[in-house]
């Protein structure tokens, strides 16, 4: 049997509505944790609160599409969950739009990806705010070249506050000014975790368009304190296109689309998608292999946000502090550029089909 890709299961629900709202279950967040394999298809349905009565209607109905729509021979498993929500005072009141990078695994570019989306987004007119959240190896001070820069604290409306080093038109804050670059930090969870936050609260980011937060590579402590502490409006996956790098973009997707942190995923890049030498502009070498961001965007129903090539001046513009998204005009910069013009219309494609994220906790029934 031909199983249908998630992206033809998530068109299917659309057309189901919650009788509560009279919207479509996809576009309220309902559906969460998707998997099509083995004749089976099995999801979370999600309602705000428990014990809701049109739970059961709406489970019955989503089953009736997916078998009209992919036959009766599919086996569809439908858990009912609940969602609380857990209200408090809106951190970063004066911040739009947060936006998390991040990768499965560790040497994928991600910290070049995240350095270079705030600068073209900068580039492109907004005000943008990076937070250095990689505390166990902080890379953004050199990739700006500000590895002397120490912040200086300001006293604002009675408390003491981190004034951000700017660079590109980028307000930077990292773990990385406040250590010695040549020292290891041997830090505990609890410890890593507090440095986070005080970068977060403590720093005077004022009105921004777009904080990104450059994450560490994996699935831990730090991606948890980040959803428990700032309503996330959604996050970039970044991978190369080889099958080990993508297994663990996979984790990455899970994880923060599962019901526990529920939060929406904006789309993947596909960093070193080929080799371009820069006497050759033309010539393309698929050194990690051809489009498989591509595909496994294709197979999750996320977006394919850019490509970006390996090419030299990506690597010298990081080695020596100069990010190439600042200069327009190169082959890297329009990539960069192309890739934060997708950025954000995917975040206003989220915001305006569904609600803000919020600190959330998921229990089942």
């Known amino acids: 049997m031909e199983m249908p890709a998630p992206s033809a299961v998530i068109d299917v629900l659309r057309n189901v509505l919650n009788p509560e709202s009279e919207k479509d279950i996809i576009s309220l967040g309902m559906v969460q944790e998707?998997?099509?394999?083995?004749?089976?298809?099995?999801?979370?349905?999600?309602?705000?609160?428990?014990?809701?009565?049109?739970?059961n209607?709406?489970?019955?109905?989503?089953?009736?599409?997916?078998?009209?729509?992919?036959?009766?021979?599919?086996?569809?498993?439908?858990?009912?969950?609940?969602?609380?929500?857990?209200?408090?005072?809106?951190?970063?009141?004066d911040v739009k739009n947060i936006v998390a990078v991040a990768s499965g695994k560790g040497g994928v570019?991600?910290?070049?990806?995240?350095?270079?989306?705030?600068?073209?987004?900068?580039?492109?007119?907004?005000?943008?705010?990076?937070?250095?959240?990689?505390?166990?190896?902080p890379s953004i001070p050199k990739m700006f070249n500000e590895e002397s820069a120490r912040p200086v604290l300001r006293q604002i409306d009675g408390k003491d506050r981190i004034i951000p080093v700017e660079k590109y038109g980028v307000k930077i804050l990292s773990i990385g000014f406040f250590v010695d670059?040549?020292?290891?930090?041997?830090w505990r969870g609890p410890m890593a975790t507090s440095a986070l936050k005080q970068l977060i609260h403590d720093g005077d980011w004022g009105h921004l368009d777009y904080l990104l937060i450059d994450l560490p590579p994996g699935t831990g402590d730090v991606h948890l304190t980040l959803v428990q502490t700032l309503p996330v409006t959604g996050v970039v996956?970044?991978?190369?296109?080889?099958?080990?790098?993508?297994?663990?973009?996979?984790?990455?997707?899970s994880m923060f689309t599962g019901k526990s942190i529920a939060v929406p995923v904006l789309g993947l890049v596909e960093n070193m998608a080929w080799f371009t030498p820069e006497e050759l502009p033309e010539n393309k070498y698929y050194i990690f292999g051809k489009e498989g961001c591509k595909k496994l965007a294709a197979?999750?129903?996320?977006?394919?946000?850019?490509?970006?090539?390996?090419?030299?001046?990506?690597?010298?513009?990081?080695?020596?502090?100069?990010?190439?998204a600042s200069d327009e005009n190169?082959?890297?910069?329009?990539?960069?550029?192309?890739?934060?013009?997708?950025?954000?219309?995917?975040?206003?494609?989220?915001?305006?089909?569904?609600?803000?994220?919020?600190?959330?906790?998921?229990?089942r029934q």
Do not use: W
Not at 129 to 134: K, M, N, P, R, S
Not at 237 to 253: E, N, R, Y
């Open 109 to 137: 570019g991600k910290s070049t990806v995240a350095v270079n989306l705030a600068t073209a987004l900068a580039r492109l007119g907004y005000s943008v705010g990076l937070i250095d959240a990689d505390v166990y190896g």
């Open 299 to 324: 197979e999750m129903g996320v977006p394919l946000l850019g490509q970006i090539p390996l090419v030299q001046g990506i690597r010298e513009g990081g080695d020596f502090g100069k990010p190439v």
């Open 57 to 93: 209607a709406v489970k019955k109905s989503c089953e009736q599409a997916i078998n009209q729509a992919f036959g009766k021979d599919l086996e569809v498993i439908v858990n009912i969950g609940a969602q609380q929500v857990v209200h408090h005072e809106r951190p970063l009141p």
């Open 181 to 186: 670059e040549k020292e290891a930090l041997v």
């Open 34 to 55: 998707l998997r099509v394999d083995k004749g089976k298809i099995s999801f979370s349905l999600v309602f705000p609160k428990s014990r809701n009565p049109f739970a």
């Open 237 to 253: 996956i970044v991978s190369t296109p080889q099958d080990i790098a993508l297994a663990d973009a996979i984790k990455g997707i």
């Open 330 to 363: 190169s082959p890297s910069g329009k990539a960069f550029t192309e890739l934060a013009r997708e950025t954000v219309k995917q975040v206003e494609i989220r915001n305006a089909s569904a609600e803000p994220t919020q600190i959330v906790q998921i229990n």
